[in-house]
């Protein structure tokens, strides 16, 4: 066993960039991985009893305040997002897709990007396929986030029209997607509180 040790570590210290490679090459192995995301999930879970929705007020890129419960009567998205985070990238044409055929229906998307300046989401919007025509917000001290237990990106809700958190997912989602349509056109057609 000695013997076949010894060997082994000749030869790692023979060809140490060969060792340096393989290790490489598992680092991208995971990373490619852990970032594909050719098909994003649909699922939303539903939370087994609606919680009130924290209350906030956030600036857009533009400056123009949203505040939460200023929206109430409405079915609002909150997708909590960063530039760095692939799924986040992902899933914007979706959201877009779910906000352009559902916007005059009592319907809202709230992007809330976290610690980013809006110079640098303003950049990154021009870097992609579909720009985004939903709010984009944000919390650069991570306050709103915090006060929704947001402990991974992307992060989405779903509040209905009392103002509460009904539906959640962590992780990427496509929006667009028929079961999740479904989810938000009965959130919209419910009428008054339950």
Not at 33 to 48: K, Q
Not at 113 to 120: A, K, L, M, R, T
Not at 150 to 161: A, E, F, H, R, S
Request: proline letters at 7%.
């Amino acid at each position: 066993m000695k013997k076949k040790s010894k060997l082994f570590t000749a030869h790692r210290r023979k060809h140490p960039m060969r060792n340096f490679l393989t290790a490489a090459a598992l680092v991208l192995t995971c990373f490619a991985s852990s970032t594909s995301y050719a098909a994003l999930g649909h699922t939303l879970s539903r939370l087994p009893t609606p919680v009130p929705a924290p209350d906030f007020t956030l600036e857009d890129m533009d400056g123009e305040k949203y505040t939460l419960s200023s929206l109430r009567g409405k079915v609002i998205m909150i997708n909590f997002w960063a530039t760095w985070c692939p799924p986040c990238r992902e899933e914007i044409p979706s959201m877009e897709a779910v906000y352009q055929s559902l916007r005059d229906k009592d319907f809202i998307v709230l992007a809330i990007n976290q610690w980013e300046s809006p110079d640098h989401v303003f950049s990154y919007m021009g870097q992609l396929d579909v720009y985004p025509t939903f709010p984009i917000l944000f919390d650069r001290d991570s306050s709103v986030s915090d006060s929704y237990g947001v402990k991974g990106l992307p992060t989405t809700l779903l509040i209905d029209k009392q103002g509460r958190v009904v539906y959640r997912a962590v992780g990427g989602r496509n929006f667009n997607h028929p079961d999740v349509r479904a989810l938000i056109q009965q959130l919209i057609d419910e009428a008054g509180s339950k």
